[in-house]
């Protein structure tokens, strides 16, 4: 994945209704592994599907920053704040949903990201 190919700065617009893209390019966030490790992510957006969101990232390092290229890492949103926006991520685990979802993701994308 390339998120270097955009077209225009600001906030991008995905090919489909179910997603929804990141407010601002290049927001990262910090999670903590199971072993206690903090790891930087770059947010790439949001798809409904049903009644299960997925969320997708970008691990963020000094060798790939945000807006950068590589792996695209799908968690499964797990929790709402009071404002009804994800507030609780999981990485999904079964590679067949990892897959759907991944596919959902670079359909919905196919205009913002160029994929290899």
């Known amino acids: 994945m390339s998120n270097s190919d955009q077209a225009s700065k600001g906030v991008r ?11 601002q390019e290049g927001e990262t966030f910090t999670f903590e592994d199971e072993n ?3 790891i930087q992510m770059e947010f790439l957006g949001l798809i409904v599907d ?12 000094q060798n790939t920053p945000a807006k950068s290229s590589g792996e695209v890492v799908v968690t499964e949103v797990t929790e709402l704040d009071e404002d009804g926006q994800p507030s609780g991520f999981e990485l999904v685990t079964d590679n ?4 759907e979802a991944y596919e959902m993701f670079k359909k919905a994308t196919k205009d913002i990201y160029r994929f290899e």
Do not use: W
Not at 13 to 23: D, E, H, Q, R, T
Not at 54 to 59: G, I, Q, R
Not at 96 to 99: E, Q
């Open 36 to 38: 206690g490790d903090k």
């Open 13 to 23: 617009k995905g090919s489909a209704p179910n997603f929804a893209p990141p407010v």
């Open 96 to 99: 067949h949903i990892a897959d």
């Open 50 to 61: 049903g009644d299960t969101r997925f969320a997708y990232f970008f691990p963020v390092t």
